[in-house]
């Protein structure tokens, strides 16, 4: 085929000039420079690329919890869990709560995926978490074995004492990759029951009935965290040595033990009526000189980060109970 000349003329068919060679000290001295980039990209590039981090931790059952990496999505059984969670800044990572999880405002926000009552294992499921976090003794054994079943990594909470909270945040914060959120709140927990213990633990003590339910009349013993929080006060619990956590007592056994404190936890009136039953026996102690406590709700219950304020106020009537013998 025959090449016009609009061809020949045309700028791509022309060849292009040949540049000239850089002087030989110009090249080395381009290529002195250029050497130290090339050995770093070319030391980067053959280097081992870093894997996300591998977290573990045991429960308080002993179980060692391993994450292939921290976790992204959590359900959280138990409504002190979540608290512990949004307190070391792990909030965002729920997907799922149970009913009660109420604090703080962004809680009532989470999916419910049942109650103590039951869980709705399937919703579970379907929220896909890449770890569970429950409570021993407030979720049923029979449930908690059901989740477990779901093959999906589980963590458990067993607080009995106040020094075993802030070690329930810090490992929560391990396998939530919110290490120190959870070490300042650990250490936060710690400062303010050290106030607490310094300031009323040596002072005398007084006999403490701690009223968890009326129907049927129910309190704790020396393994529950309450009856450590009366330690802090400077209070003897009266039923420590019942063995059971959460024992059943009748009134017979209340008056016997003569409490110089009455005390429930509670939202008001309804919680200051379960202790109006108390009134009917005016030789009682408490009942004398007038030591019925409404404490303010949940704060000593839940074993979260805002327990410390709870003991405060157990602290605050203990003492109000001690200056009126």
């Given at each position: 085929m025959a090449v016009t000349a609009r061809a020949l003329a045309s700028p791509s068919s022309r060849p292009r000039p040949l540049r000239a060679p850089l002087p030989a000290r110009q090249l080395l001295t381009t290529l002195h420079r250029a050497l130290p980039a090339a050995l770093a990209l070319l030391a980067s590039l053959s280097a081992p690329q870093p894997a996300v981090a591998q977290v573990s931790v045991k429960d308080d059952l002993g179980h060692t919890i391993t994450l292939a990496q921290p976790a992204r999505r959590v359900v959280s059984l138990a409504p002190h869990l979540t608290e512990d969670l949004f307190a070391i800044g792990a909030g965002p990572l729920l997907v799922g709560a149970v009913s009660y999880s109420d604090y703080p405002a962004e809680a009532l926000k989470l999916p419910r995926v049942g109650g103590y009552n039951g869980f709705d294992l399937e919703r579970i499921r379907a929220l896909k978490p890449d770890l569970i976090v429950a409570w021993e003794t407030g979720n049923p054994a029979r449930q908690l074995a059901q989740v477990e079943a779901l093959g999906i990594p589980l963590f458990r909470d067993n607080s009995r004492t106040l020094d075993d909270v802030p070690k329930a945040l810090v490992r929560l914060g391990t396998l939530a990759g919110h290490e120190a959120d959870a070490a300042a709140a650990a250490r936060r927990f710690g400062e303010h029951i050290a106030r607490l213990e310094s300031?009323?633990?040596?002072?005398?003590?007084?006999?403490?009935?701690?009223?968890?339910?009326?129907?049927?009349?129910?309190?704790?013993?020396?393994?529950?965290?309450?009856?450590?929080?009366?330690?802090?006060?400077?209070?003897?619990?009266?039923?420590?040595?019942?063995?059971?956590?959460?024992?059943?007592?009748?009134?017979?056994?209340?008056?016997?033990?003569?409490?110089?404190?009455?005390?429930?936890?509670?939202?008001?009136?309804?919680?200051?009526?379960s202790l109006d039953r108390w009134r009917r026996w005016p030789r009682l102690a408490a009942v004398r000189t007038g030591q019925l406590a409404v404490l303010p709700p949940d704060l000593l219950v839940r074993m979260g980060p805002r327990l410390p304020l709870g003991v405060e106020h157990l602290c605050q009537a203990v003492d109000r109970a001690r200056q009126a013998r």
């Open positions: 300031q009323y633990a040596a002072r005398p003590p007084v006999r403490v009935f701690y009223q968890i339910w009326d129907r049927p009349l129910m309190t704790v013993n020396k393994q529950q965290i309450i009856s450590d929080a009366m330690r802090v006060c400077g209070a003897v619990n009266v039923f420590a040595e019942l063995p059971t956590l959460t024992p059943t007592v009748d009134d017979e056994a209340v008056l016997v033990a003569n409490p110089e404190l009455i005390a429930t936890g509670g939202d008001g009136t309804n919680s200051a009526k």
